[in-house]
């Protein structure tokens, strides 16, 4: 491997002394550092492939150059393709600007609270259901950006953190359109149940189905709870749930699913009995998994909601770095609406 440039050498080729290479790379105190002799020590790093080293800049600056996000389950987490989409883009973003995504488990308040004590991060992002008073003090204490994540814009518990969602809203609206052009007159939910994701996503459908008039509209929720709680096994828990409930579920025109794999379950039981999804029966799923790269298809058959994912990854890493920032305010809510795919199953 060839030896690693340093800052020392891009100033001897550029005949500057080294604070002045670190300014320039910093973007410090611009207005002292003529154009030609920046422009000279830009050209000298895109030529020498320079790349600063983070433990010198952690050294200097007394930052740590990484975002920690906290995870109350890596395990369910991390195994979920949709998620992982958003760890992708949200380390991209933030690798281009020099720094790096921590991964924590905060297993118990403790935990986070030992995290933010013993500074392995410069920020912290975390899912608002991990949140507790406590925990809220503990991060105002730190003084240390933080952004959170949620589902819907019920903010139950009052922070001053930059708050991320996403809004399913819209995207069920225009589901219940199509649903309602093809003459549905009510529908029903099939999902986990004692679970934060389908009540959030309960609750959307619900809300648009009041606010839409002429229909359709929500008439029963059914909920299972799987033996298996792991995302290799949503569909197969989700095919035995849709046996169980079959009496239940045939009575509707349409079935909104909590996840695209509870939906792909229930389609596998309908098809054995005869029953084909897009003909006699409309299902939608969520998080549009047929074109997540993990999980690929050449021909996506399952209508569904996207939560777009990736932007929000790539939004949370650019709010992120907005906090860095001394004379920019902290970045206001920032809302992620979910879009409505249709396909051949509605």
Not at 85 to 98: M, P, R, V
């Amino acid at each position: 491997m060839a030896e690693r440039i340093t800052i020392t050498e891009i100033a001897r080729l550029a005949g500057v002394n080294k604070s002045t290479v670190s300014r320039v790379l910093s973007n410090a105190e611009s207005g002292r550092i003529g154009v030609k002799q920046r422009n000279r020590i830009m050209k000298i790093v895109k030529a020498t492939n320079y790349c600063p080293s983070l433990t010198a800049q952690s050294f200097a600056t007394g930052k740590t150059f990484k975002i920690g996000i906290i995870l109350s389950s890596m395990v369910s987490d991390l195994s979920s393709p949709p998620f992982a989409l958003l760890l992708q883009e949200l380390c991209d973003t933030l690798q281009a600007k020099g720094y790096t995504l921590s991964l924590l488990r905060g297993k118990t308040e403790d935990a986070v609270i030992s995290f933010l004590k013993s500074g392995v991060a410069d920020a912290y992002i975390i899912h608002e259901s991990m949140l507790s008073p406590r925990l809220v003090s503990a991060f105002q204490e730190s003084k240390l950006p933080v952004i959170k994540l949620g589902l819907s814009s019920g903010n139950e518990l009052n922070t001053p953190f930059t708050y991320m969602y996403h809004c399913y809203a819209p995207a069920y609206r225009d589901a219940l359109i199509s649903l309602r052009s093809e003459g549905c007159r009510e529908f029903a939910f099939f999902g986990v149940g004692s679970n934060y994701n389908s009540d959030a996503k309960l609750s959307a459908i619900r809300e648009s189905a009041r606010n839409l008039s002429g229909g359709p509209a929500f008439a029963d929720s059914i909920f299972y709870a799987p033996d298996v709680v792991c995302f290799i096994a949503d569909r197969a828990e989700a095919f035995k749930a849709a046996e169980s409930n079959f009496d239940r579920l045939i009575k509707y025109k349409a079935i909104f699913c909590g996840s695209d794999l509870i939906a792909m379950g229930l389609i596998d039981l309908l098809r054995q009995k005869g029953i084909e999804p897009g003909r006699d029966i409309a299902i939608i799923g969520h998080d549009n998994i047929e074109e997540n790269p993990c999980l690929h298809s050449k021909n996506p058959f399952l209508s569904t909601i996207d939560p777009h994912y990736e932007l929000m990854g790539r939004l949370v890493a650019e709010k992120m770095l907005m906090q860095f920032k001394t004379d920019v305010p902290p970045p206001a809510n920032v809302t992620v609406n979910s879009t409505f795919v249709k396909r051949q199953s509605s």
